[in-house]
């Protein structure tokens, strides 16, 4: 079951993505999920430096993923867009913490034939919040109308569930989207270059701690409370050739799931070790919830709002995408 321990511009993303796949092209051999190291199968994974890779790093410096016979070396990357081609041309072998909308719409266009390794996690109370500074004049999500509000990327997850609670607490319009990395949102919120940021842990707290920014609204709240954020994505075409490592890769994740349910302070103590939170911040987070197991019903509850937000063009059936 699951755990509750914890969660640009388009020339800014081009680049990253460009140097992403510069990068891997120049490591050659050892991005060949087909080579071994010392008889063990290599596994590239990209991953966001978010709350939601944190099981993939447990796995790998536990020994989790050694104990299963895997080599998964990882790529960092500041958005889930910038690892799409490189996992479309099998550059990586997978994209851990992929926002789902990214890579849903990828597939819906054609783009990408994706398939779910592994869910990373669900929304839980307080890991993202839309922050505004505290002497803002914006009291309420009917005050943010019109109003410039920072999301990663624009048209994906933060707007997507946002819209949803907006509609519920009946405000009469939307806030205008900024797209801003997580990272520089802090900063373009204390220059005042947007009104709020919709920010997820570690920055969250980050934002709160250094700026003394002010919670407008939980952005896990109802209607989207507990709803599928981000997964640990791969293609068919890997899927359908690489049964076994994925199996093995499952496995590791699921017994990091359990270390971190046993010791929820497992998961504290590795984010100073991928992200830029600090141990004194990683102490007080809040986490989202790390699933154990994959629940294609509760994904569904996302595609379905990108069905009636227009971010689809056809229904989606996660079940048929699940890696069993």
């Given at each position: 079951?699951?755990?509750?321990?914890?969660?640009s511009?388009?020339?800014?993303?081009?680049?990253?993505?460009?140097a992403?796949?510069?990068?891997?092209?120049a490591?050659?051999?050892?991005n060949?999920?087909?080579?071994?190291d010392?008889?063990?199968?290599?596994?590239?994974?990209?991953?966001?430096?978010?709350v939601?890779?944190?099981?993939?790093?447990?796995?790998?410096?536990?020994?989790?993923?050694?104990?299963?016979?895997?080599?998964?070396?990882?790529?960092?990357?500041?958005q889930s867009?910038?690892?799409?081609?490189?996992?479309?041309?099998?550059?990586?072998?997978?994209?851990?913490?992929?926002?789902?909308?990214?890579?849903?719409?990828?597939?819906?266009?054609?783009?990408?034939?994706i398939?779910?390794?592994?869910?990373?996690?669900?929304?839980?109370?307080?890991?993202m919040?839309?922050?505004?500074?505290?002497?803002?004049?914006?009291?309420?999500?009917?005050?943010l109308?019109?109003?410039?509000?920072?999301?990663?990327?624009?048209?994906?997850?933060?707007?997507?569930?946002?819209?949803?609670?907006?509609a519920?607490?009946g405000?009469?319009?939307?806030?205008v989207?900024?797209?801003i990395p997580f990272?520089?949102?802090?900063?373009?919120l204390?220059k005042?270059?947007?009104?709020?940021?919709?920010?997820v842990?570690?920055y969250?707290?980050a934002?709160q701690?250094?700026?003394?920014?002010?919670?407008?609204v939980?952005g896990?709240?109802?209607?989207?409370?507990?709803?599928?954020?981000?997964?640990?994505?791969?293609t068919?075409?890997?899927?359908?050739?690489?049964?076994?490592?994925?199996?093995?890769?499952?496995?590791?994740?699921?017994?990091?799931?359990?270390?971190?349910?046993?010791?929820?302070?497992?998961?504290?103590?590795?984010?100073?070790?991928?992200?830029?939170?600090?141990?004194k911040?990683?102490?007080?987070?809040?986490?989202?919830?790390?699933?154990?197991?994959?629940d294609?019903?509760?994904?569904?509850?996302?595609?379905?709002l990108?069905?009636?937000?227009g971010?689809?063009?056809?229904?989606?059936?996660?079940?048929?995408?699940?890696?069993?």
């Amino acid at each position: 079951m699951a755990s509750r321990p914890s969660c640009s511009g388009r020339g800014k993303a081009a680049a990253a993505a460009i140097a992403l796949a510069l990068a891997l092209t120049a490591c050659g051999d050892d991005n060949d999920s087909t080579s071994s190291d010392g008889g063990r199968r290599t596994v590239t994974v990209a991953a966001l430096p978010l709350v939601d890779s944190a099981m993939l790093y447990i796995a790998r410096d536990r020994g989790l993923f050694e104990k299963e016979g895997l080599d998964v070396r990882v790529q960092q990357i500041q958005q889930s867009l910038q690892a799409l081609p490189a996992l479309s041309k099998g550059q990586i072998d997978m994209v851990a913490s992929a926002n789902y909308v990214t890579y849903f719409q990828a597939h819906d266009k054609g783009t990408l034939d994706i398939r779910i390794v592994a869910e990373a996690i669900r929304a839980a109370p307080k890991m993202m919040d839309v922050l505004v500074p505290k002497d803002s004049d914006i009291k309420s999500v009917a005050d943010l109308t019109g109003r410039k509000l920072a999301v990663n990327v624009l048209n994906n997850v933060q707007s997507l569930t946002f819209n949803e609670i907006l509609a519920e607490q009946g405000a009469p319009g939307e806030p205008v989207y900024r797209q801003i990395p997580f990272p520089q949102m802090g900063a373009a919120l204390d220059k005042g270059q947007v009104d709020a940021v919709h920010a997820v842990e570690p920055y969250d707290s980050a934002i709160q701690d250094e700026l003394g920014a002010r919670v407008l609204v939980d952005g896990a709240s109802a209607p989207v409370e507990s709803i599928p954020l981000s997964g640990y994505l791969t293609t068919e075409k890997y899927a359908s050739g690489n049964a076994d490592a994925l199996a093995a890769f499952q496995r590791a994740l699921k017994a990091a799931v359990k270390i971190a349910e046993a010791d929820p302070e497992a998961v504290r103590e590795v984010l100073p070790t991928y992200t830029k939170v600090t141990e004194k911040q990683a102490d007080s987070i809040d986490l989202p919830v790390f699933p154990g197991t994959m629940d294609a019903a509760q994904i569904a509850r996302l595609t379905e709002l990108m069905k009636k937000q227009g971010m689809l063009s056809k229904p989606i059936d996660p079940a048929t995408l699940l890696v069993r």
